[in-house]
């Protein structure tokens, strides 16, 4: 298997800032929580990590027939790209919530 350079990048800028004591957090894209890492397993195939954010993020959703969702770190963005007939919700807006 090749993993582009991009994706080896943020591997290891997410070691190297565990190795520098910031936090670091982990889910299952299963179940898409995030939770703290304490001691990380470094399984990228099943798992995704990331430095914990200092605050929560607030991303805009929309939502097409078919379970099909995208999501927008911009609202105008968000709105903007949501002019098409299959659009069921636009702009729908969440707050990250950050566990400890």
Request: charged share 25%; glycine share 4%.
């Amino acid at each position: 298997m090749n993993i582009p350079n991009t994706i080896t990048a943020k591997y290891v800028e997410v070691m190297q800032a565990f190795l520098k004591g910031e936090s670091i957090q982990v889910r299952c894209p299963s179940t898409g929580i995030w939770t703290s890492a304490e001691r990380p397993i470094w399984d990228f195939n099943n798992y995704e990590y990331r430095v914990k954010p200092l605050e929560a993020r607030t991303v805009w959703v929309n939502t097409y027939g078919g379970e099909r969702h995208t999501c927008f770190a911009d609202k105008d963005e968000a709105v903007s790209l949501a002019r098409r007939p299959s659009a069921l919700r636009v702009a729908v807006e969440f707050k990250e919530v950050l566990s400890d």
